[in-house]
């Protein structure tokens, strides 16, 4: 009767106003591999977390093997035979394979010992499971794919039995992750329980033998694999949302004023985050690019704003070259008429100790309207600050103030005044809403379209799909680093969900 | 025969002025290779050598100096270990009091107990370490060369000294052969991967200050007590920072650190030898250059122009706990 | 995910919390003095008395000060691009070569003020070059700006040493420095300012340098807080990523930071070469420019906070003098561990207390909300 591995019983977490982890209940066979997928923000990460005793929950049980355990600690999940591998490795880099191996789990004060014990145990570990590895060889290296095996041989030496993968294969090739997919395989015929978070739907379907879906850190939906479609999961995992109202005509694309042929851009890890990626932005049109966090598309953004240097390939703006495998330089961008609001305001796009004023003229505080001769014209600064606040009703209405007292939809506002009414030729905007307040989103949204009708190129970059559909003309997918698909914004979302997830050929899946 | 002599002599004492930035800078490898930089060494070297030197004329007893050397520097370590692994201070500026605290402590405190303008009293017999003759010593002076090199320059020594050389091994033994050496390296590597594997990054740490804290305190202890019979004011003079230098450029590995004071032990013994004199190629050198040559050198070596000193890859960064 | 503080007043946070810790750092201090067996408050009355009680000890009080402006702005400069420059000492000790070789080569000839706008100029840029190398390399090799400028400081130190042994010394003496300046190589005392208030300040080196650091303290301010390139520096320091996106180029603001600092601690040399000694010593210094790590970390970093925090330093140099002779216990090497005490509870442990003030005064907030619900009811 005893073959649930793993089971969670009103698991709720809150990190003071986000509520990660809203009374999760869930229970894994032994000897599955059970899929956890759900959106970036869903609350996998955190509740794998909790599992291996990073976090504590702050109301519910965990029970390994029917037995209540409390696991304050990794030591304590390592215990109860639980092993986690990273989404970031947990690897010392200028280590061996050994010694990372051993680290925790070295038995003895000297490791002589214990070396010749983890040799002989490893060798066992590789035969067993054919995970061959030089346990001699330095982690920085070898290839991403195999350090990825020593993660799992290192769970695997502490005795787990229970082994949670954290979105595995972000950083491995097709060719990679189809191997590690063999390994669970073989793992899980060993009898090893295998938990498997992903937001890949083509990886579930591959491998699980069941999927539970989380969104918005609720567990929607558990089902088995074989009795389940793409389809539905996709709609699981997204939702049905009511799409948000925004007025919006239809569009008049003019010129193309961004072009982007071949891009690709390398991490500092070496993997290639933006592969070979082309597409084309007019004027008066706003070209959205949906996607999970994280495949790619925060790198694309920073290497057409001049911030991240690019392997190969070009991009014009406005007929003209940027120089991004070379020398762009962001200040020069702006004076070529390419605004961008990033990705990440408090750390990019904003200075939270400046005050409003002061940010309000980030990266233009060399246009002369600014400057008297090298000093600041702090005047003009402030009053050209109180314009914009004005007319983009930030609040509370005071230049002065430091930015870090606004709220996330004010500091927003801050960045777009400041983008927006330069009047830029193109404007590049990353995750405009998030973090932000309904109130402030429907203004975003709104500035957005009139960017647009005035004849700017828009590239809109964003995890919510929804925002995407209500407000691109057209919609490009990026997966793993590539456009897998464009579509019509009002494509339905199960087939975006699919794109999304790395169904490439759609209309194949759907029959 | 003379040069030999000359050498020999310059030898000897370039051991006895290498002693201290040994242990000092093992003291650092410790904490540093733990991801805790320290640039009080220097503080805590001073202080011991105070606190060695005060105690032991005070209790009559060698031992009981070293021991409140000891003592002492490891509490200025766990100060630092509070500010940078508790508080999550900034390393530097915590490194930096502690050094000004030691700076003005012992002369304040030296003067008020002693009134002896910041010295402690000369220690006498049994209050500081002798030095040992190895033995057949006397007997073997006088066989050419090799007779002079074992009895001058490998026996008289400290028994200090000897502690000092073999802890060189002895460290390099603990870092890479026992559990606690692989997990020193780990966590200043990477204290994601030692949380990971269950092992608290807090009292890794911990205890890699306290380390560094008793190497700085026998340090100290050579200093007031065997190099010389008790404590002066500012008698480091600069000798914790030469050990950081030596430190950073041996790429934090403990054989090379030895290689490194030694170094820097004989640039300063050629330095107080050679006043005055003229070298055979390059004619006179300054003695001032000479005496900044370590930091010269250690410069260079940071500038990546000679190899490249890549610190533990967690140094100066406080442990968050996040993902 | 993490919210490491909650926001508190801004009197706390600027005001009430560094306060506290300097409090402690202070009150740490006493216990030292009560180990060596002497009253704490009466030291502080005699450091006080020693410092302000009459014309000659606010004189020397002032000095110093001066000192402490110049190396604690340079400290502050640095601070505000994210830096930590402790090779004060060091570009103030090089430093003295640009103030001493104007006054050998023109105190014949010019007149005090050129050989003073020659002193600024050459004290300014020596000190800068010897930062410019440590800043350079941090920028463009990534080596750390905090252990090249211990190891410049050091250097400095044997550069001065060779240079005033054995190329300044007039022939025939003994002493390693330069030979006395003429007249036109000395600055006026500012004995006028003190007439005024009707104080005579007697035999006290206070002088014109010191209007000079106050001019810079306002030159600090304005180029931080009023100009492009400040804008710049303060951007680097508070988010690097920041200033990438704003398209600032790092390198060269590292660079030219660095510079300004080494120039500010360089411009330390004029007081003590050309407003005291009149003439260049071994080790003039004296430690001035770690004190200024003191003063900016006690002045926040903004110049409304370093003029006062070098006053007090000042104050207890000067005072930390007078002591001793009541006090034989207490020689001028308190104040290096108050200095030491300063760093540690201003710098390394600013944030000990704030988690408990930030408790005290949520509920004290949550005890309002309690009284206004029960006044509701």
């Known amino acids: ?511 | 025969m003379e040069y030999f002599d000359t050498l020999i002599v310059i030898l000897q004492s370039t051991v006895r002025v290498s002693v201290p930035l040994i242990l000092a800078a093992l003291a650092g490898l410790y904490s540093e290779r733990a991801g805790i930089f320290d640039i009080g060494l220097e503080g805590k070297m001073l202080a011991a050598a105070f606190a060695g030197g005060a105690a032991a004329s005070v209790y009559g007893s060698a031992l009981v100096g070293l021991g409140a050397a000891v003592f002492v520097s490891v509490c200025l370590a766990l100060v630092h270990g509070f500010a940078s692994i508790t508080q999550r201070g900034n390393q530097i500026v915590s490194g930096v009091a502690i050094n000004f605290i030691a700076l003005g402590a012992t002369v304040i405190l030296g003067q008020a107990w002693f009134r002896q303008g910041g010295r402690t009293p000369q220690l006498g017999e049994g209050e500081r370490f002798t030095t040992v003759e190895l033995p057949f010593a006397a007997e073997l002076a006088d066989v050419p060369i090799l007779g002079s090199i074992y009895s001058n320059l490998l026996s008289g020594h400290f028994l200090l000294t000897y502690f000092a050389f073999a802890l060189v091994p002895f460290t390099w033994w603990v870092l890479y052969r026992t559990r606690f050496g692989l997990r020193l390296r780990a966590v200043g590597e990477n204290p994601g991967a030692v949380d990971t594997a269950g092992i608290s990054v807090i009292w890794l740490r911990y205890r890699a200050v306290i380390c560094c804290g008793i190497l700085c305190g026998i340090a100290g202890a050579y200093l007031s007590m065997a190099m010389t019979a008790g404590f002066v004011k500012g008698m480091t003079a600069g000798k914790g920072f030469i050990a950081l230098a030596a430190l950073i450029f041996a790429k934090w590995k403990p054989v090379n650190v030895m290689f490194a004071c030694l170094l820097f032990g004989f640039l300063d013994a050629m330095s107080i030898r050679m006043q005055g004199n003229a070298l055979p190629i390059v004619g006179e050198v300054p003695v001032q250059f000479m005496q900044a040559l370590p930091y010269i050198l250690t410069v260079i070596l940071l500038a990546g122009f000679i190899g490249k000193a890549i610190p533990p890859r967690a140094g100066g960064v406080p442990y968050v706990k996040e993902r | 995910m993490s919210v490491p503080y909650a926001k508190l007043p801004a009197w706390v946070d600027y005001g009430l919390i560094p306060l506290i810790n300097l409090a402690v750092a202070f009150a740490v201090a006493g216990l030292v003095v009560l180990a060596v067996g002497e009253s704490p408050v009466r030291a502080a009355g005699l450091m006080i008395q020693g410092a302000f009680g009459y014309g000659e000890g606010i004189g020397f009080t002032l000095y110093y000060a001066t000192n402490f402006i110049f190396t604690g702005l340079a400290v502050a400069v640095a601070f505000h691009c994210g830096l930590f420059n402790i090779g004060g000492e060091g570009q103030a000790y090089v430093a003295g070569l640009g103030v001493a070789l104007p006054c050998l080569w023109l105190d014949q000839f010019a007149p005090w003020y050129l050989v003073f706008l020659a002193a600024i100029v050459g004290s300014a840029l020596a000190g800068a070059a010897w930062a410019l190398i440590p800043g350079w390399l941090q920028a463009k090799r990534g080596s750390h700006v905090v252990i090249t400028t211990i190891m410049f400081n050091f250097i400095a130190s044997s550069l001065m040493v060779y240079v005033l042994v054995d190329v300044l010394k007039p022939a025939g003496s003994m002493a390693p420095q330069t030979r006395a300046f003429a007249e036109s190589g000395q600055l006026p005392r500012l004995d006028w300012m003190f007439s005024w208030a009707g104080v005579d300040m007697g035999g006290a080196p206070f002088n014109l340098s010191f209007l000079l650091a106050l001019v810079m303290a306002g030159v600090v301010w304005a180029v931080i807080w009023r100009t492009r390139l400040g804008y710049e520096i303060r951007t680097m320091g508070h988010s690097p990523r920041a200033a990438a996106y704003a398209g600032i180029r790092q390198s060269r603001i590292i660079i030219i930071t660095m510079m300004m600092s080494g120039a500010l601690a360089g411009m330390m040399a004029l007081n003590p070469i050309m407003g005291d000694q009149h003439r260049m010593q071994l080790d003039f210094v004296g430690g001035a420019g770690f004190v200024g790590i003191a003063v900016a970390l006690m002045g926040r970093s903004h110049p409304v906070g370093i003029v006062p925090a070098a006053i007090l330093f000042g104050m207890l140099y000067q005072g930390g003098a007078e002591i001793s002779f009541e006090m034989p216990q207490i020689s001028r090497d308190m104040i290096t561990i108050i200095q030491g005490l300063v760093i540690l509870f201003a710098g390394a442990l600013e944030n000990m207390f704030r988690p408990a003030i930030t408790a005290f005064f949520a509920t004290l907030g949550g005890a309002r909300a309690d009284k206004s619900i029960a006044a509701a009811e």
């Open chain 1, 1 to 511: 009767m005893n073959d649930i591995a793993i089971e969670l019983k009103g698991i709720d977490k809150k990190f003071g106003l986000v509520h990660a982890n809203k009374n999760i209940n869930l229970s894994v066979r032994k000897g599955t591999i059970h899929g956890i997928i759900g959106e970036n923000g869903a609350g996998k990460s955190t509740l794998m977390s909790i599992l291996y005793g990073f976090y504590q929950a702050d109301t519910g049980d965990i029970f390994v093997d029917g037995r209540k355990t409390v696991i304050r600690d990794p030591n304590a999940a390592i215990a109860a035979g639980i092993g986690m591998v990273h989404q970031h490795f947990m690897l010392v880099e200028n280590f061996t394979v050994l010694e990372n191996i051993m680290l925790g789990a070295e038995e003895s004060q000297i490791l002589n010992a214990g070396i010749t014990k983890a040799r002989q145990e490893l060798k066992r570990l590789e035969e067993e499971y054919e995970l061959e590895v030089d346990p001699d060889a330095i982690i920085e290296e070898l290839p991403v794919g195999l350090q990825q095996r020593v993660e799992i041989l290192k769970a695997l030496y502490r005795g787990a039995e229970i082994l949670i993968l954290d979105e595995p294969t972000g950083v491995l090739t097709p060719a990679e992750a189809d191997h590690l997919f063999r390994i669970l395989e073989q793992l899980k015929d060993q009898g090893k329980t295998i938990l498997l978070i992903t937001h890949k739907l083509r990886e579930i379907m591959a491998v699980t033998d069941e999927v539970s879906v989380m969104r918005r850190g609720e567990m929607v939906a558990t089902r088995t694999t074989a009795e389940t479609s793409v389809e539905e999961l996709a709609e699981l995992m997204v939702g049905r949302r009511v799409l948000l109202h925004v007025e919006k005509g239809p569009a008049s694309p003019g010129d193309v004023l961004l072009s982007v042929e071949n891009l690709t851009v390398r991490d500092s890890r070496g993997v290639d985050m933006v592969r070979n990626v082309s597409f084309n932005v007019r004027a008066g049109e706003i070209v959205g690019i949906a996607g999970v966090a994280g495949n790619g598309q925060s790198e694309l953004l920073q290497a057409i704003s001049g911030i991240r240097r690019a392997v190969t390939g070009k991009v014009l703006l406005q007929g003209e070259p940027i120089h991004v495998t070379g020398k762009a330089d962001p200040s020069d961008l702006r004076h070529r008429g390419l605004a961008h609001v990033p990705e990440d305001r408090q750390h990019m796009g904003l200075v939270l100790k400046f005050d409003e004023s002061e940010n309000s003229i980030l990266g233009y505080h060399d246009d002369p309207k600014y400057l008297k001769g090298m000093f600041l014209d702090i005047d003009a600064i402030r009053n050209d600050a109180a314009d914009k606040i004005e007319k983009y009703d930030i609040r509370p209405p005071n230049p002065r103030l430091k930015t870090a007292n606004f709220s996330g939809g004010n500091q927003q506002k801050i960045v777009l005044a400041r983008e927006m009414e330069r009047d830029p030729a193109v404007l590049v905007i990353g995750q405009p809403t998030r973090g932000v307040d309904v109130g402030a989103i429907e203004f975003i949204h709104k500035r957005i379209i009139e960017m647009r009708d005035a004849g700017k190129a828009v590239l809109l970059v964003s995890v919510e799909l929804d925002e995407i559909r209500s407000l691109a003309d057209r919609v490009l997918v990026m997966f793993d680093g590539r456009i897998v698909g464009e579509r019509a914004p009002d494509t339905s979302e199960g087939e975006l969900g699919l794109l999304m997830a790395g169904v490439e050929d759609t209309k194949e899946a759907a029959q």
